[in-house]
Nanobody
Framework: QVQLVESGGGLVQAGGSLKLSCAAS????????IGWFRQAPGKEREGVSC????????NVADSVKGRFTISRDNAKNTVYLQMNSLAPEDTAVYYC?????????????????WGQGTQVTVSS
């Protein structure tokens, strides 16, 4: 069964850090671009960052640039999102998504596989 499972969310004070993980089961991530997305209550889903299958960071949203870092460990079949200097406006459900994608210079527009999400809440 193909599955993505996010973990690492929680409640943190403003200025704090969290590291989210996205673990794949049922398939290997080697040939997949991975995206992190978030959705706050009452808002549309927002793309946060995307990483190519080889580990190149393709996209980072302006709202998180310099604070969030995406990375991957294909040996562990896991992708990470290190989030530093968190602010209340970062509060959202964070999702990872995977798409078979062979470009190292662009990210897919659509993703086939999605995790269930992990809640991140930043208190002021």
């Amino acid at each position: 069964q193909v599955q993505l499972v996010e973990s690492g969310g929680g409640l943190v004070q403003a200025g704090g850090s969290l590291k989210l993980s996205c673990a794949a089961s049922g398939f290997t991530l080697d040939h997949y671009a991975i995206g992190w997305f978030r959705q706050a209550p009452g808002k549309e889903r927002e793309g946060v960052s995307c990483i190519s299958r080889s580990g190149g960071v393709i996209n980072v949203a302006d709202s998180v640039k310099g604070r969030f870092t995406i990375s991957r460990d294909n040996a562990k079949n896991t992708v990470y999102l290190q989030m530093n200097s968190l602010a209340p406006e970062d509060t959202a459900v964070y999702y990872c998504a995977a798409e078979a994608w062979y470009s190292d210079s662009s990210c897919p527009g659509l993703f086939d596989y999605w995790g269930q999400g992990t809640q991140v809440t930043v208190s002021s």
